[in-house]
């Protein structure tokens, strides 16, 4: 599985990347060189369901990493079918309060 990340400081990206290879110590992460945004792309070898699971239940520096991935915020615009059923899995999570 490869997801490209995109921060907004260069703290944020080293704190992230130090909490991905602390949870996927088998990942290659490399940083991609820009003049205007800090990016780091990820390869992992384990399946979208659990990358997405972490990516979305894990806060980071700033915020949730998921806000950070750049080819699941595409996929959120039209959803694989794997991604609905993690989606509906975690709605089903939520505290019986339901969302305010």
């Known amino acids: 599985m490869y997801e490209r990340f995109i921060f907004a400081t260069e703290i944020e990206r080293a704190g992230i990347r130090e ?6 110590p088998l990942s290659k992460l490399w940083y991609v060189h820009d003049d205007i945004d800090f990016l780091m792309d990820m390869e992992v070898s384990i399946p979208q369901e659990i ?4 990516v979305a239940t894990t806060p980071g520096p700033a915020r949730l990493l998921l806000h950070s991935c750049y080819h699941l915020s ?3 615009h039209d959803p694989p079918l794997w991604l609905i059923h993690e989606l ?8 019986s309060g339901g969302i305010k």
Not at 19 to 24: E, G, Y
Not at 88 to 95: A, E, S, V
């Open 19 to 24: 909490l991905l290879s602390d949870a996927f």
């Open 51 to 54: 990358f997405f699971q972490y």
């Open 74 to 76: 595409l996929a959120l």
């Open 88 to 95: 509906r899995k975690m709605l089903y999570q939520l505290p």
